[in-house]
């Protein structure tokens, strides 16, 4: 069997109002599914370019907005408003007739449930009601998500997808808990595929590290190959 073609990627420009919206796609070799990449506080997907480039080459079709950095951890509901604007544009990219996987890293991972269908709280109790995408979302990873934003009575009880998510034993920003929390919330629908990992932290996902943050993690080039490989079977399976 010959090696898959390389997957191109370009940069594209859609508007949000006055906003630009730069979106990254990675146009994968006859792809069979579409993959909306959410990214974290930061806002780059290029932190998470080789995981991008590994899902294109393997039959996706990438499209990751990137994001202003957030000035706050506890982002209000402007915020959230927009980014979520913005998954939807990015989405409106893709090829209409693939079904749609979401991948999301912290506070991507909670807006991506929140087009899954969950309705999203900030800290000040301001509710971004349920945005489910024109285009439904199939299947959810979500890498350490900021699950804080959907621990409001009857905010998840519209998911229903199949789940993959990532919880890091060293995470101090959004610890392992709030992983069995969704696990334990989901269980009566759809049963949530969970991978503790041990020795990881919150920003071990990324290939490229923010500024001033040192991982963890005692192999993390390893330990991101081994998440693409999980990431890639359970999307394409």
Not at 1 to 30: I, N, W, Y
Not at 140 to 155: C, I, K, R, S, Y
Not at 164 to 178: K, M, V
């Amino acid at each position: 069997m010959g090696k898959a073609p390389s997957a191109a990627h370009e940069q594209v420009t859609l508007r949000d109002g006055a906003d630009e919206v730069v979106v990254s796609v990675l146009a994968g070799h006859e792809p069979r599914w579409t993959v909306l990449f959410a990214a974290g506080a930061g806002g780059s997907p290029l932190r998470h370019l080789p995981l991008l480039t590994t899902l294109a080459t393997a039959g996706c079709h990438v499209v990751a907005p990137h994001f202003p950095r957030l000035s706050s951890p506890t982002p209000g509901i402007e915020e959230l408003a927009m980014r979520t604007r913005w998954l939807r544009l990015a989405l409106n990219r893709a090829p209409e007739h693939l079904p749609v996987a979401g991948i999301g890293h912290s506070i991507g991972g909670a807006l991506l449930l929140g087009l899954a269908g969950g309705d999203l709280w900030t800290i000040s109790r301001d509710c971004l009601r349920a945005q489910p995408a024109a285009r439904p979302l199939a299947k959810l990873v979500l890498f350490t998500p900021a699950l804080q934003f959907l621990q409001a009575p009857h905010a998840v009880d519209a998911i229903q997808l199949p789940i993959q998510a990532w919880a890091a034993s060293e995470d101090r920003i959004t610890p392992p808990s709030q992983v069995d929390w969704l696990a334990a919330a989901l269980a009566p629908r759809m049963p949530v595929q969970t991978h503790l990992a041990q020795g990881a932290g919150h920003f071990s996902f990324m290939d490229e590290l923010p500024p001033h943050v040192t991982d963890p993690h005692p192999d993390r080039p390893a330990f991101l190959g081994e998440v693409a490989a999980q990431v890639t079977r359970f999307i394409l399976a």
